[in-house]
Structure formats: structure tokens, C-alpha cells
């Protein structure tokens, strides 16, 4: 009887919970957090085995294709567990401290005004990319099947999961709030149509409010561009394509004031770690096939 086998991408997933739910007893000034860890983690544990048992049997590729899927969902799960970590107060300390770079890079360094050089033209295209970064994963993924690499689905969302993992682990540690809230007047945004409409309400009713350092809308989006860099090597549009969108990513959450300029930094470089060690992996793997083969095969071989 063959042995169930969880994939690269469902390991990390455990391991997150896995930390969040060991995390918990560290953190006993948070009211809102009690068990709840434990219990997502073993839902989340049962489910994956659930699914990777079943592709074992007769609709084993169905259940592999819905396997490609469930990291999302997951993922979004992952998130909301860190409105458990929402502390009691916040630590004013960090907000007064990031609060200078904003102003340094809004207002003195012009950053505002050149948003703002077309009247509502660019800080309306911010607001799209924001709004849009909520189904990048999917897109990504879409473009791994219309391109007939299912095989690399996998090796796509541990580099993009890791970066966004990475980040809703370090939100427990910077309980802080969004400068729009607690700095409203500072380089408040010109635009107010739709969009920002749209994921004002999004923030007010549906996101978590125990941090927001580092950005993991910015290490995400950064993420899942090395991400389509190492899977799709033979095809770097859509790399390039994926990382301006990224940068725009970055830049809309400073403007339009989601997030101060010090957590798109830090999400920024969270990205980087995950993409660093594929790459270093990758390379590794290429060395060693060379050395048995004698000869250079593809990197994602």
C-alpha cells in the first residue's frame, strides 16, 4: 500500500499552524487568544491528509487539481487566525517612529506630489493594484495551468507562501495600526472614488487589526513574482509582469496610507528570503545533476 504523500507547499502550511499554535502560550495578554491555535492546526492537518489520501484512489486526478487550490483557501485561513494575536493595547512607540519616514517620504521627499502630478489618474491605478493583489495567487496559478505546467504549481506557492507566511508570523511581535487611522492628516491620499472605496470597506469589515509590520500584501506580491522567475524561466514576461505589479503594490500601500513606508520595506525584504533559498535549492539540485549526468540539465528539471 503506497505511503500518503504531502506536497512541499502542504508541509509549509503545517509548519506555519504548527508555529502559531506553539506561539500561543508566549502571548498570554492577548484576550482573544485561547486554544483556537491547536484546533486550526489539527483541521488544517487532517484536511491536507484527507485530500492527499484521496488522490490515491479512483478520482485521483480531480483530487489533484483541487489540491493545486486549497493552499488559497488555507492561506486565507492563515490570516485571519492572526486577529487572535490582537493585543489588548498597541505599542504607540513603533507607529510614532515609522510615522517619520512617511513624512520625510510623502511630503519632503515629493513622493506624494508626483502621484499626484496627473490628478486622480495614478493614485486611482494604486487602488486597483491593491484591490487586485487579494487574487494574485489565482491568477498565477491559472497562468501555470494555461501553460501546461501543473507540475510546478507546487514549487510556486512554497516560494509564494513562505513569503506571506513569514510575515503573518511577525505580526504578533508589532502590534501597531495603519497610519490612515492613527495618522489621518498626514499626506492623506487625493483620490476617494471606488476603488479606495471598495477596500476602505474591505479593511473596516473583513481584514485583521493585530498588526501591520511587516506588509504581507507587498512580501506576497513580491513573493509571487520571484515565484513565476524560478517556475517559468522560459517565459520572464510574465516575471516582469508580476513584479511591477508588486512594486506598484508596494508604493499604493504607502499612498494610500494602509501601511506606513517601513512595513513595504520589511515586507519587501521578507520576500526575498524564500526566493533566495529556491534559487540556492535549484542551483544545488543543477550542480548535482551535472555531476551525475555530465551534462546541464534545465534547472526545474
Same mark, same amino acid.
Given at each position: +500500500?503506497?505511503?500518503?504523500?504531502?506536497?512541499?507547499?502542504?508541509?509549509?502550511?503545517?509548519?506555519?499552524?504548527?508555529?502559531? =499554535?506553539?506561539?500561543?502560550?508566549?502571548?498570554?495578554?492577548?484576550?482573544?487568544?485561547?486554544?483556537?491555535?491547536?484546533?486550526?492546526?489539527?483541521?488544517? =492537518?487532517?484536511?491536507?491528509?484527507?485530500? @492527499?489520501?484521496?488522490?490515491?484512489?479512483?478520482?485521483?486526478?480531480?483530487?489533484?487539481?483541487?489540491?493545486?487550490?486549497?493552499?488559497?483557501?488555507?492561506?486565507?485561513?492563515?490570516?485571519?487566525?492572526? #486577529?487572535?494575536?490582537?493585543?489588548?493595547?498597541?505599542?504607540?512607540?513603533?507607529?510614532?517612529?515609522?510615522?517619520?519616514?512617511?513624512?520625510?517620504?510623502?511630503?519632503?521627499?515629493?513622493? $506624494?506630489?508626483?502621484?499626484?502630478?496627473?490628478?486622480?489618474?495614478?493614485?486611482?491605478?494604486? #487602488?486597483?493594484?491593491?484591490?487586485?493583489?487579494?487574487?494574485?495567487?489565482?491568477?498565477?496559478?491559472?497562468?501555470?495551468?494555461? $501553460?501546461?505546467?501543473?507540475?510546478?504549481?507546487?514549487?510556486?506557492?512554497?516560494?509564494?507562501?513562505?513569503?506571506?507566511?513569514?510575515?503573518?508570523?511577525?505580526?504578533?511581535?508589532?502590534?501597531?495600526?495603519?497610519?490612515?487611522?492613527?495618522?489621518?492628516?498626514? /499626506?492623506?491620499?487625493?483620490?476617494?472614488?471606488?476603488?479606495?472605496?471598495?477596500?476602505?470597506?474591505?479593511?473596516?469589515?473583513?481584514?485583521?487589526?493585530?498588526?501591520?509590520?511587516?506588509?504581507?500584501? &507587498?512580501? !506576497? @506580491?513580491? /513573493?509571487?513574482?520571484?515565484? +513565476?522567475?524560478?517556475?517559468?524561466? #522560459?517565459?520572464?514576461?510574465?516575471?516582469? @509582469?508580476?513584479?511591477?505589479?508588486? /512594486?506598484? &503594490?508596494?508604493? =499604493?500601500? &504607502?499612498?494610500?496610507?494602509?501601511?506606513?513606508?517601513?512595513?513595504?520595506?520589511?515586507?519587501?525584504?521578507?520576500?526575498?528570503?524564500?526566493? @533566495?533559498?529556491?534559487?540556492?535549492?535549484?542551483?544545488? $539540485? !543543477?550542480?548535482?545533476?551535472?555531476?551525475?549526468?555530465?551534462?546541464?540539465?534545465?534547472?526545474?528539471?
Amino acid at each position: +500500500m503506497r505511503s500518503i504523500k504531502l506536497r512541499h507547499s502542504e508541509w509549509l502550511l503545517i509548519g506555519f499552524f504548527s508555529y502559531t =499554535a506553539a506561539l500561543t502560550p508566549f502571548f498570554p495578554d492577548r484576550p482573544r487568544l485561547h486554544a483556537q491555535p491547536l484546533f486550526i492546526l489539527l483541521a488544517v =492537518a487532517i484536511i491536507l491528509l484527507i485530500a @492527499a489520501r484521496a488522490e490515491m484512489g479512483r478520482y485521483g486526478r480531480v483530487i489533484s487539481m483541487v489540491r493545486d487550490w486549497l493552499p488559497i483557501p488555507l492561506t486565507l485561513t492563515a490570516f485571519r487566525e492572526m #486577529e487572535l494575536f490582537l493585543p489588548l493595547r498597541y505599542n504607540t512607540a513603533y507607529e510614532h517612529a515609522w510615522i517619520r519616514w512617511d513624512g520625510l517620504l510623502l511630503n519632503q521627499w515629493g513622493f $506624494k506630489h508626483a502621484v499626484e502630478t496627473f490628478g486622480d489618474l495614478i493614485p486611482t491605478y494604486f #487602488e486597483l493594484c491593491y484591490l487586485l493583489v487579494y487574487g494574485l495567487g489565482t491568477f498565477c496559478i491559472i497562468v501555470l495551468w494555461y $501553460k501546461n505546467r501543473r507540475e510546478r504549481v507546487d514549487q510556486f506557492y512554497v516560494v509564494l507562501l513562505a513569503g506571506t507566511l513569514i510575515s503573518y508570523g511577525l505580526l504578533p511581535y508589532f502590534p501597531s495600526r495603519p497610519p490612515r487611522i492613527v495618522f489621518p492628516a498626514l /499626506a492623506a491620499p487625493l483620490t476617494h472614488n471606488i476603488f479606495r472605496r471598495f477596500n476602505l470597506f474591505l479593511l473596516n469589515n473583513a481584514t485583521i487589526h493585530s498588526g501591520v509590520f511587516p506588509s504581507a500584501h &507587498v512580501s !506576497s @506580491a513580491f /513573493a509571487a513574482a520571484w515565484a +513565476m522567475f524560478l517556475v517559468l524561466p #522560459e517565459r520572464k514576461p510574465f516575471g516582469w @509582469a508580476v513584479l511591477v505589479y508588486a /512594486a506598484s &503594490v508596494a508604493a =499604493a500601500t &504607502v499612498y494610500g496610507r494602509y501601511h506606513y513606508a517601513v512595513d513595504a520595506v520589511a515586507g519587501f525584504g521578507v520576500s526575498l528570503v524564500p526566493a @533566495a533559498l529556491a534559487l540556492y535549492a535549484a542551483r544545488n $539540485k !543543477s550542480t548535482h545533476d551535472i555531476h551525475s549526468s555530465g551534462s546541464r540539465p534545465d534547472l526545474l528539471a
